[in-house]
């Protein structure tokens, strides 16, 4: 769908007129030059004749082709939008998208009428329309058309830029639309243009360029190209070739454009260096000459007398100038088994030269053709080629009168009555053809048929072309032999021979008549390439001029697509040119699949048949669209209308006849089950599979609410309006059905999306819970292993000498280096948290009173409680949580009451007490020293039974062991409480007195 609104063009008042010649109330041939002029002055050069478009040559730039008004002739009506090329090429390609076929649009008019640019125009609105993903595939296809026709295009007496050969460009597309690739298919390249030019003309475009782009990156020398004067090739009677080619800007910038091309297309650098160098050796085979000598046995001898062209072409095309100047003088025939060495003429030696020239030149513009082709295949991954649809573009050689009319002119007319005929049976003659199978009552358009003139041409064997080739084969004829054999066999009212003219004959064409010259045409027609030529260039080190004449040649005179075999015979030398060489026998080099190197070979006749065979096949396929271009006058000036020159254009082409036929006619005819299936979205409902008939078409049309068409006996007959109109339609239905599926899917969407939001939620929930018990039972054994571990050390003991042993520092509470830790000396045993499982104690010693660590190794706690008991008399050791009654004895001498830390002043403990932070549960030391908390903790021990634990009973008195396993104390020991980062455990206080000490675990 195209949601997009349409452009509109500024200048609309400039519309207003009629656009469609068949909407004309009055139809002649005057009225129809006077709207065609009419319209030609506002620069509205293009005009419909129903479905066909008329195109006058403007002679200047428009800007009516940027991407503006290519976005402007994209899928809409065509009476929305003036005329235009581009309204042609989206005709082409919505047909093709919509009905899946092939489609065809022929570019026909005069040479010099606007078909080259009107077959770029098109192909740049159909990659426009076919938009790919890969934007380099777009621009090599844009690139295509310059850089073919810079190799087969020139300059001509009436047309700046002639195409001097046939071309049909295929665009491939997707069954959705995309371009995916493109072909090109060349016929009947003018090669004789490369050795020899008309007074006025020019040799192809392509030997300017490069000649003029190596001079500016003075490069000529590389080449061995001459910088004063021109090749023979190339020189003209002016005689400002070379002045042209050093001074004009626009060679230069065209070589650059060349090399651009080869660049984006996909050419390697050394394939363009290849190119470069034999179009170099083309150029100097032409200085090559020849002078005669007299010998012992003949007199008619050739010789080459300046050796330096000879040198420079051979150097250029990498061979051997000996072997090449043999291969030039000199000719081996096989007799018997025999070789005969014979030597050239002059003359023969010039045509030699010649046709090496051609064919060189023909081969390289076939292998670029190919290569192209090639780069520009269909990438398989993509689509195949057999699954995706075409649109071609045929741009052929126009129509040409010229004062002197050659074997060239002959092919190029008969190729143009050709695509006249064409025209013709797809306009007039099937139309009326339908009419009368169908049953339907129309009456009958009169048209010029060209059929009889096409059969002058081609039938076999008293065609011409035909007589031609017949009188090629034998060695004595003569282009006297030829003209005398056309009067007594081609008896009708096209050909005739003016009198008085001996090489001389006359055609009346479809656009008028032509006098030809039969002078060379026997020559042409032969096209004979020597063996001796061929052999030497297989055996080049140019790996491209080896490939060029080892692929043998098709049907149509091109190089096939698949590279041959090359065995090492067809690329070594006959007998006469080994020097030093393995010896071959030649018959096998003559022998070559398909190769054209004696008189039974192909002849340039032969392939021109073939070449239009095999482009009427391609036509055919597809769906016709026609592009008549005319040519406004001779003098190529703007704005300039010759009457009398449109008039013989019309005349020629039958375009009052047509306009006349769109008015009366059906030029679409459609049968009734491909219309019921195209169309029964328009009356029937998507699920229905209505019948093929007459009634379904009816209700079709009726829903549609069309008018002025008819029904035969297997088809509908539409007028070119009616197809338009049904696809919009179509197009319509379909929009809304997209626009119904796109709600759908969207909804289907969004509860897809909350079906996966809601499950990724719960997800995420579970995995946080699974992490978050993870993370919390992993904290829980982190704490569960510190408590595993020693949580105890008492360092207890009273040294007998007071005098000798220091007084040991205790350090507790929040005052030492951690919190509930003290120690004599740095390396003394640390006092852990005390809940956890004591399984050693320091040895504890008693001595004036005083509590004092001691250092040496840890004892028991069994001998621990029995030194406890002997030493006083007075002492009472509880465990913490035991069953007996705790005893403070807040007067101890030397020790804190609350913290165990050595006697302090009674301003100093009421400042500690001041200071004191408020206690946690189980994180601070609790001091039985009150009465309310002896009978609280004797309620409590004797009271809290945890249940399920499997303590067993204990007799009075006895030590429990703290046994860091055991539940109990791990229900009594609340875990969040604890901070991580307090490692340290408050110590077990420990006091001595006459009547007693006091002893508290926390």
């Not at 149509?556 to 090359?566: E, K, M, S, Y």
């Not at 008015?663 to 491909?674: A, K, N």
């Not at 039974?945 to 067993?952: M, T």
Request: with cysteine; charged share 25%.
């Amino acid at each position: 769908m195209h949601t997009k609104r349409p452009y509109h063009v500024e200048d609309a008042e400039k519309y207003c007129l009629e656009d469609d010649l068949v909407n004309m109330e009055v139809l002649d041939e005057d009225t129809i030059i006077h709207q065609l002029q009419k319209r030609y002055v506002d620069l509205l050069i293009y005009t419909y004749v129903g479905d066909i478009l008329i195109a006058l040559n403007p002679f200047q730039n428009l800007s009516i082709y940027s991407p503006q008004f290519s976005r402007l002739y994209h899928g809409v009506k065509r009476a929305s939008n003036p005329p235009h090329i581009f309204a042609s090429a989206d005709a082409a390609y919505q047909c093709m998208v919509t009905f899946s076929k092939d489609q065809c649009i022929v570019i026909s008019g005069e040479s010099g009428s606007g078909k080259t640019e009107s077959a770029h125009l098109i192909v740049q609105h159909l990659t426009f329309l076919g938009k790919a993903d890969n934007q380099t595939l777009r621009e090599k296809i844009l690139q295509v058309n310059s850089l073919v026709e810079a190799f087969g295009n020139a300059c001509t007496a009436i047309n700046d830029n002639s195409s001097r050969f046939g071309k049909y460009l295929e665009m491939m597309f997707t069954p959705t639309g995309a371009v995916m690739g493109a072909r090109i298919s060349e016929y009947l390249l003018e090669k004789s243009r490369v050795i020899k030019q008309a007074v006025g003309e020019k040799n192809f475009h392509i030997f300017y360029y490069i000649y003029a782009g190596l001079y500016h990156q003075k490069k000529l020398s590389e080449f061995r190209l001459p910088e004063e004067k021109p090749p023979r090739y190339l020189a003209d009677e002016t005689g400002r070739v070379m002045h042209d080619i050093t001074s004009k800007e626009s060679y230069r910038r065209q070589f650059e454009a060349i090399q651009h091309c080869f660049r984006i297309i996909g050419f390697t650098d050394k394939e363009v260096h290849s190119v470069y160098s034999i179009l170099s050796g083309i150029l100097n085979i032409g200085n090559i000459e020849f002078a005669a000598i007299s010998s012992q046995h003949q007199t008619d001898k050739s010789e080459v007398p300046n050796a330096e062209a000879l040198e420079n072409a051979a150097s250029v095309l990498c061979i051997s100038p000996e072997e090449l100047q043999e291969a030039l003088t000199s000719h081996c025939v096989v007799t018997r088994g025999e070789t005969i060495i014979r030597a050239n003429t002059v003359d023969r030696a010039s045509d030699v030269r010649d046709a090496m020239s051609k064919g060189l030149y023909g081969r390289l513009f076939s292998w670029i053709v190919n290569r192209i082709n090639t780069l520009l295949q269909p990438d398989k991954n993509i689509c195949t080629a057999d699954d995706g649809m075409n649109v071609g573009i045929l741009d052929i050689f126009g129509f040409e009168n010229f004062q002197r009319n050659s074997f060239e002119q002959l092919c190029i007319n008969i190729a143009n009555e050709q695509i006249q005929y064409y025209f013709n049976q797809h306009v007039f003659a099937l139309e009326q053809m339908e009419y009368q199978n169908e049953g339907i009552d129309a009456t009958p358009v009169e048209y010029e048929d060209n059929r009889p003139l096409l059969d002058m041409f081609l039938q076999k064997p008293l065609g011409l072309l035909a007589l031609l080739d017949e009188e090629s084969r034998f060695p004595q004829a003569t282009d006297q032999t030829l003209v005398d054999k056309f009067e007594d066999n081609l008896r009708c009212k096209y050909f005739w021979r003016p009198k008085g003219m001996e090489l001389c004959f006359g055609i009346q064409h479809y656009a008028g008549k032509v006098l030809y010259d039969a002078s060379g045409v026997l020559e042409k027609n032969r096209d004979t390439l020597p063996a001796d030529v061929v052999v030497i260039l297989r055996a080049s080190e140019n790996q491209l001029l080896q490939q060029l004449f080892s692929i043998p040649l098709t049907k149509t005179g091109n190089l096939a697509q698949t590279r041959a075999r090359i065995t090492a015979a067809s690329r070594s030398l006959p007998p006469h040119f080994s020097s030093g060489r393995l010896k071959v026998d030649t018959l096998e080099v003559i022998r070559h699949p398909e190769e054209t190197t004696n008189m039974k070979g192909q002849t340039m006749a032969s392939y021109f048949r073939y070449s239009l065979m095999d482009l009427l096949s391609k036509m055919v396929v597809g769906q016709p669209h026609f592009v008549r271009c005319i040519k406004p006058n001779d003098d190529r000036e703007a704005l300039k209308f010759s009457t009398d020159k449109v008039r013989a254009q019309l005349r020629s082409t039958g375009i009052l006849e047509t306009v006349s036929i769109r008015q009366q006619g059906y030029s679409h005819r459609i049968l009734f089950e491909e219309f019921v299936k195209r169309y029964y979205y328009l009356a029937f409902r998507a699920h229905q599979t209505p019948l093929a008939s007459k009634e379904s078409c009816i209700a079709i049309l009726e829903k549609s609410r069309l008018d002025h068409w008819l029904l035969g006996k297997t088809k509908v007959f539409l007028k070119y309006y009616h197809v338009e109109q049904l696809n919009l339609l179509l197009r319509e239905v379909i929009g809304r059905v997209v626009v119904l599926q796109a709600y759908a899917k969207g909804w289907l969407g969004a509860r897809r999306y909350r079906r996966v939001r809601e499950k990724r939620e719960k997800g995420a929930v579970a995995i946080q819970s699974a992490w978050r018990g993870y993370d919390a039972r992993r904290k829980f054994k982190k704490i569960s292993n510190r408590r595993s571990e020693p949580a105890v050390h008492i360092h207890a003991g009273c040294p007998s000498d007071q005098s000798s042993d220091p007084q040991p520092t205790i350090t507790g509470g929040r005052s030492g280096t951690a919190q509930g830790q003290f120690s004599s000396e740095p390396g003394d045993h640390k006092v852990l948290r005390g809940s956890g499982n004591h399984k050693s104690s320091p040895q504890a010693e008693s001595s004036n009173g005083h509590a004092e660590a001691s250092s040496t190794s840890p004892v028991t706690e069994k001998n621990w409680h029995s030194q406890a008991q002997s030493s006083s008399k007075g002492c009472d050791v509880f465990a913490g949580h035991s069953n007996k009654t705790c005893h403070a004895v807040p007067d101890c001498p030397g020790l804190s009451p609350s913290r165990g830390a050595p006697a302090k002043s009674d301003s100093e403990n009421g400042l500690a007490q001041k200071q004191r932070t408020p206690r946690r549960r189980c994180q601070e030391p609790k001091m039985l020293s009150s009465p309310e908390d002896t009978m609280y903790y004797n309620q409590l021990n004797g009271t809290l039974e945890y249940q399920g634990s499997k303590r067993k009973p204990r007799k009075l008195g006895q030590i429990k062991v703290l046994d860091g396993e055991d539940e109990y104390y791990k229900s009594l020991s609340p875990v969040d409480s604890i901070p991580e980062e307090d490692n340290s455990v408050h110590p077990f206080f420990f006091s001595s007195s006459s009547k007693g000490a006091s002893f508290a675990q926390h």
